[in-house]
C-alpha cells in the first residue's frame, strides 16, 4: 500500500513539474503571461502584486532611513569627535552584511523546496531579525553597537529584499513588470524621505524612533505575505544532492562571455549607487558644513526636502513604469533618470544655499525615482536562467550593496583631503553619467 502512494505522489510530483515547465515556455513567448501558473493575471491580482511592492518599499525604506539618514549621524556627532568617518566604516560594515546575506540568501531561495514556496520562509526570518536589531540600532549605547546592530539588520533587510526581488522574474509576467517594478520603486524612494520625516520629527524621543524603525522593517516583510497571493509549493522542484560542493557550485556567478549585459547592469547599477550614496549619507553634515546652518535649522531643512523628495519620487514611478512597458523600453528612462540625477547634484555645488539643497532634493529625487522604477525590470530582463533568479538577482543587487559601501568611504575620504564637498559633487555626476553609458550599452534589452 506504501508503495502505491509513493508511485501516485511521484506521478503527481511529476505532473506538477511539467505544468511548471510547460507555464514557463508559455510566458517566455506571450509577455501577458505568469511563469509561475501560464496564466495572464486578473486585474485584482495585479493591484494586490501592486500594492504588495508598493507596501515593502515604503515600510522597509522608512525603518532604514529613520535610522541611517538621521538618527545615527546625529547621535554619532554627539557621540564622537569625527563621525565622518565612523559613517564611512558604518556603510562598509552594513554593506559587507548586506552583500553576504543577498547573495546567500537569494540563493537559498533558489534551493528552497518548501510547501509554502521558495521565497516565502526568508522573506518571514528575514523580516523578524531585520525588525529586532533596527530597533536595537536606535537604542544602541555607542558607536560600536550601533554599526554592529546596524549591520545584523542589514542582513534581515536583504534576506527579505533577495527573494521579494525574485518574485519578479518567478510570477509576474514580462509585459507588467516594469510596472511592478515602478511600484517596488515608489515605494523605496517615498519611504526614504518619509522615514527621514519621521526621524526628524522623533529626534528628541531615541526610544520611539527606535520601536517606530523596528517596526516598520518588521511590517514590510509581513505585509508582502499578507497581501500578495500566496506562493505555490516548491515541494515538487527538482534539487541537487545537497552536498557542500553542490552548494558551493550553486554560487557560481554567469559566465562573463556569454553574459555581458548582466554585468554590464552591475556596473551600471553600482555607479548609480555610488554616486546616489555619496551625497545621501551625508546630507545632515552637507547642511551643516557645506550650507552653513546649524542642526536645528538644519533639520527643518532636511524635512522639507523629505517632502518635496516624497512629491516628484511619486512622480517618476507613476509615469516611467508603466510607459516602459507600453513601449518596451527599459534603457532610456534610466539614462534620462541619470542625467536628472546628475543635475540635481549639481544644484548645491553651484548655489550651497537653502535653495540649492531644495533643488537636489527635487530633480534628484525625481530622477531617482524613475532610476528605481525601471532598473529591476531591467535586471530581470538580463537574466540568463530564470531557474537562478535569487541568486544571479542577489548578484546584481551586490552593485546596490558595494554602492552603499564605497559611496560613504570615496566621499569621507574626499572631504578629509580636501576639507569640503565640491569634489564630492563632482564625482557624484561623474558617476551617475557613467552608469548610464553601461546601461546604454547593453544589447539584448531595448
Known amino acids: 500500500m506504501s508503495g502505491t502512494n509513493e508511485a501516485t505522489e511521484d506521478i503527481s510530483r511529476e505532473q506538477r513539474l511539467e505544468k511548471y ?153 514580462s509585459g507588467i513588470r516594469a510596472t511592478m517594478s515602478a511600484f517596488y520603486g515608489a515605494g523605496s524612494t517615498v519611504g526614504a524621505p518619509l522615514g527621514t520625516l519621521l526621524a526628524t520629527q522623533l529626534m528628541n524621543n531615541r526610544t520611539m524612533s527606535a520601536v517606530c524603525a523596528g517596526a516598520f522593517m518588521l511590517a514590510s516583510g509581513i505585509f508582502v505575505i499578507l497581501i500578495i497571493p500566496r506562493e505555490h509549493s516548491a515541494d515538487f522542484l527538482p534539487q541537487d544532492s545537497g552536498t557542500l560542493k553542490d552548494i558551493a557550485m550553486s554560487f557560481k556567478p554567469p559566465v562573463f562571455k556569454a553574459n555581458h549585459d548582466f554585468y554590464k547592469a552591475f556596473c551600471g547599477r553600482l555607479c548609480m549607487l555610488m554616486g546616489y550614496q555619496m551625497i545621501s549619507a551625508y546630507q545632515l553634515y552637507i547642511v551643516t558644513d557645506h550650507v552653513g546652518q546649524d542642526t536645528k535649522t538644519a533639520a527643518k531643512t532636511i524635512a522639507v526636502m523629505s517632502v518635496i523628495s516624497m512629491v516628484v519620487s511619486l512622480l517618476g514611478p507613476v509615469v516611467s513604469g508603466p510607459l516602459s512597458d507600453i ?87 574626499i572631504v578629509n583631503i580636501t576639507g569640503g564637498y565640491p569634489v564630492a559633487f563632482a564625482t557624484s555626476i561623474c558617476l551617475a553619467i557613467l552608469g548610464s553609458v553601461f546601461i546604454l550599452s547593453i544589447r539584448g534589452v531595448r
Not at 540635481?344 to 533643488?359: E, K, V
Request: a positive charge.
Open 21 to 173: 515547465r510547460v507555464a514557463i515556455e508559455k510566458a517566455e513567448k506571450d509577455p501577458s503571461l505568469s511563469p509561475e501558473t501560464g496564466l495572464p493575471f486578473s486585474k485584482t491580482t495585479i493591484i494586490r502584486y501592486g500594492i504588495a511592492f508598493l507596501g515593502f518599499g515604503i515600510f522597509w525604506m522608512v525603518g532604514i532611513n529613520a535610522v541611517s539618514a538621521f538618527i545615527i549621524p546625529l547621535r554619532l556627532k554627539a557621540m564622537v569627535h569625527n563621525p565622518e568617518s565612523v559613517i564611512a566604516i558604518n556603510g562598509v560594515v552594513s554593506s559587507v552584511f548586506s552583500l553576504l546575506s543577498n547573495l546567500i540568501f537569494g540563493n537559498f531561495s533558489d534551493r528552497t523546496r518548501s510547501r509554502f514556496g521558495r521565497r516565502t520562509p526568508w522573506i518571514i526570518v528575514g523580516a523578524i531579525v531585520g525588525g529586532v536589531f533596527m530597533f536595537l540600532t536606535g537604542i544602541a549605547p555607542n558607536a560600536f553597537c550601533i554599526v554592529a546592530f546596524f549591520g545584523l539588520a542589514m542582513a534581515g533587510l536583504n534576506m527579505m529584499i533577495a527573494p521579494v526581488v525574485a518574485f519578479l522574474s518567478d510570477r509576474v509576467p
Open 327 to 413: 513601449l518596451n523600453r527599459r534603457k532610456v528612462p534610466v539614462f534620462i533618470a541619470s542625467v536628472l540625477f546628475a543635475i540635481g547634484i549639481a544644484m548645491p555645488w553651484i548655489m550651497p544655499t537653502t535653495m540649492g539643497m531644495y533643488l537636489y532634493a527635487g530633480l534628484a529625487g525625481l530622477g531617482y525615482g524613475v532610476y528605481s522604477s525601471v532598473d529591476q525590470a531591467l535586471n530581470v530582463d538580463v537574466l540568463s536562467n530564470k531557474e537562478e533568479a535569487g541568486k544571479d538577482l542577489g548578484i546584481l543587487n551586490l552593485a546596490t550593496t558595494l554602492g552603499q559601501m564605497i559611496g560613504p568611504v570615496v566621499t569621507s575620504t
